[in-house]
C-alpha cells in the first residue's frame, strides 16, 4: 500500500502561480509512476500532467502545457506541481496518483490521494 497526502492548495488570483506537493508514504520502494488529476464541479476527473519513476518521461495535458511543470525527489518521496499563469479554468480539486504502469487515464491509477482544492479567481 501506498499512501498519498496533497498539500498546497489555495486561492489566488489568475495570472498567479501556486505549488502543489504529494508525499508519498508506504510501499515507496517500488518505481510507481505518479501524476496529478483534477476534477472540477460537475466533470470529470482528468489528468493533469504525469511523472515516470526516474523523472526522465513526462505527461502534460493540452490545456497546461507551458503553464505547469510535474517534478518529484525520490529521495523525499515527494512529487511537486508548479503552476504558473493560472485561469479560472484551473479551478478544480487536484488529485495525486501513483501506479507501477505509465499514468494517461484515471484506469491506470493503483493509488489516490485525497485531493486538495485550487481555486482562481478572475
Known amino acids: 500500500q501506498v499512501q498519498l497526502v496533497e498539500s498546497g492548495g489555495g486561492l489566488v488570483q489568475a495570472g498567479d502561480s501556486l505549488r502543489l506537493s504529494c508525499a508519498a508514504s508506504?510501499?515507496?520502494?517500488?518505481?510507481?509512476?505518479m501524476g496529478w488529476f483534477r476534477q472540477a464541479p460537475g466533470k470529470e476527473r482528468e489528468i493533469v500532467a504525469s511523472i515516470n519513476w526516474s523523472g526522465s518521461i513526462t505527461y502534460y495535458t493540452d490545456s497546461v502545457k507551458g503553464r505547469f511543470t510535474i517534478s518529484r525527489d525520490n529521495a523525499k518521496n515527494t512529487m511537486y506541481l508548479e503552476m504558473n499563469s493560472l485561469l479560472p479554468e484551473d479551478t478544480a480539486v487536484y488529485y495525486c496518483a501513483a501506479s507501477l504502469n505509465s499514468i494517461y487515464y484515471s484506469s491506470d491509477v493503483n493509488y489516490w490521494g485525497q485531493g486538495t482544492q485550487v481555486t482562481v479567481s478572475s
Open positions: 508506504g510501499r515507496t520502494g517500488s518505481n510507481y509512476s
